[in-house]
C-alpha cells in the first residue's frame, strides 16, 4: 500500500531539516528520497514536487534566520563598514555574489543535466573523500582567522568555493566550511559563516524559484506544504543548535565516511536502476 502523501510530506521535511546546514548535501538527500519514496509520481506533477521543496527549504532557512537573528539584524542595519557588523555585512555580499552570478548563468544547465542519482553519487563520493583529506592534512592549530577577523579576500574565497554547490550532491555547507578552513578560518568559524551566508543565499535561490511556481500554490496543495514547512523549521532548529556544539570538539571526517557510505549507496541503487 502506498504511503500517503502527508506521511512522505513529513518524510521529506524531515529529510531537508537534518541535511540542509549539514556537510552531507540536502538536494542530493532530497531527490533520492523523492525518488525512492515515488513523490512525484503520487502528486502526478514534478511542478508541485518542485514547489514543495522550495517552500521545507525556506522552512530550513527560517531556523537560521531565527537562531541567528541578532547577528544578522546588527549586520543589515550597521551604518559603518568598518564596525564588526558592517564588515560582516560586507563579506556576506562579496560571499554571496559568486555562487549568484554563477548559478544565473547556468541554472538551466545543471536543472536539465546534473540532477540526477549518478551526479549525485559521483559529487557525494568525491566530497567526502575531500573532507577527509584535508581534515587529515590540516591542523586547527594553524587556522587563526574568526568570523569578526575575516577580510573580503577570505569571504570571497569562500564564495568562489560556494559555487562548486550548484552541482548537485556537492553540499553548500561542505563547499563553504572546507573553503574556509583552506583559507585558514578555523572550523567553528568557518561553520558559524556558512550558516550566516546560507540566509541571503538561500533567499534568494528560494525566491526565484517560489516565483516561477507561484501559481501551483493552490488550497489543494497548501496543507501538505505547510506540513512539510514547519516539519523542516523545527527539525533544522535542533539540528544547527547540536551542530554548533559538535564541531566545537569534532573534525568532519565521520560526515566524509558517511558521504562516501550514501553516495556508493546511491550509485548501486542507480546501476540497479532502482534510482532512474
Do not use: C
Request: aromatic residues 10%; positive net charge; without cysteine.
Amino acid at each position: 500500500m502506498p504511503l500517503s502523501i502527508s506521511f512522505i510530506a513529513i518524510i521529506l521535511g524531515v529529510v531537508e531539516g537534518l541535511t540542509e546546514f549539514l556537510p552531507v548535501s540536502s538536494t542530493g538527500h532530497l531527490i533520492v528520497f523523492d525518488r525512492l519514496l515515488g513523490f512525484k509520481t503520487l502528486l502526478a506533477s514534478a511542478d508541485k514536487a518542485e514547489l514543495f521543496e522550495i517552500v521545507i527549504q525556506l522552512g530550513a532557512i527560517l531556523a537560521i534566520g531565527v537562531l541567528y537573528r541578532k547577528r544578522l539584524i546588527d549586520s543589515l542595519v550597521a551604518k559603518s563598514t568598518e564596525t564588526k557588523a558592517g564588515r560582516l555585512r560586507t563579506n556576506l555580499f562579496i560571499a554571496f555574489l559568486p555562487a549568484a552570478i554563477v548559478g544565473l548563468l547556468t541554472h538551466k544547465f545543471i536543472t536539465t543535466y546534473l540532477f540526477g542519482p549518478l551526479t549525485i553519487g559521483i559529487t557525494l563520493v568525491v566530497g567526502g573523500i575531500i573532507m577527509i583529506v584535508i581534515e587529515r592534512t590540516t591542523k586547527e592549530d594553524d587556522r587563526t582567522i574568526v568570523v569578526d577577523t575575516m577580510s573580503w579576500k577570505d569571504a570571497l574565497v569562500i564564495g568562489l568555493a560556494q559555487t562548486l554547490s550548484l552541482v548537485p550532491g556537492t553540499s553548500r555547507s561542505a563547499a563553504t566550511i572546507m573553503g574556509g578552513m583552506l583559507r585558514g578560518v578555523k572550523r567553528a568559524a568557518a561553520t558559524e559563516f556558512s550558516f550566516l551566508l546560507a540566509f541571503p543565499v538561500m533567499i534568494a535561490a528560494s525566491g526565484y524559484e517560489l516565483m516561477k511556481y507561484k501559481d501551483l500554490l493552490t488550497r489543494d496543495v497548501l496543507g501538505m506544504i505547510m506540513l512539510g514547512f514547519i516539519t523542516s523549521f523545527v527539525v533544522a532548529l535542533l539540528v544547527v543548535a547540536w551542530f554548533v556544539r559538535y564541531i566545537q570538539r569534532h573534525q568532519f571526517i565521520g560526515f566524509g565516511f558517511y558521504r562516501i557510505f550514501f553516495g556508493a549507496v546511491v550509485l548501486a541503487l542507480w546501476a540497479a536502476k532502482v534510482l532512474a
